[in-house]
């Protein structure tokens, strides 16, 4: 009822940029939060970065100042710019979607995933 479309993972050097991007489609009411999660092998899956409805915005510590995360409300679209990367951000990336489908039902999704290499 909802799919997200990932893109704009690849490899890049040390201290290079990606830009990441998500949009959601399908039986869309509303959006509440639209956000990067990743997952490195081995590691849980944790918070990147999420904007919220209203416009409130959350980091993870560890990408605060190098990454930013915006929002495209009438393409139901989510942008992360990803600047001064490091090894240790290298990981698979997934984007995730909460929000009130048409049929009144809320929603909770996530994509298949993207891969962010960063290696020398």
């Known amino acids: 009822q909802v799919q997200l479309v990932e893109s704009g993972g690849g490899l890049v050097q040390p201290g290079g940029s990606l830009r990441l991007s998500c949009a959601a489609s399908?039986?869309?009411?509303?959006?509440?939060?639209m956000g990067w999660y990743r997952q490195a092998p081995g590691k849980q899956r944790d918070l990147v970065a999420r904007?919220?409805?209203?416009?409130?915005?959350n980091y993870a510590d560890s990408v605060k100042g190098r990454f930013t995360i915006s929002r495209d409300n009438a393409k139901n679209t989510v942008y992360l710019q990803m600047n001064s990367l490091k090894p240790e951000d290298t990981a698979l990336y997934y984007c995730?979607?909460?929000?009130?489908?048409?049929?009144?039902?809320?929603?909770?999704?996530w994509g298949q995933g993207t891969q962010v290499t960063v290696s020398s």
């Open positions: 399908g039986s869309i009411f509303r959006i509440y939060a």
């Open positions: 904007i919220i409805s209203g416009g409130s915005i």
């Open positions: 995730n979607s909460r929000g009130r489908l048409t049929t009144n039902r809320d929603f909770d999704y």
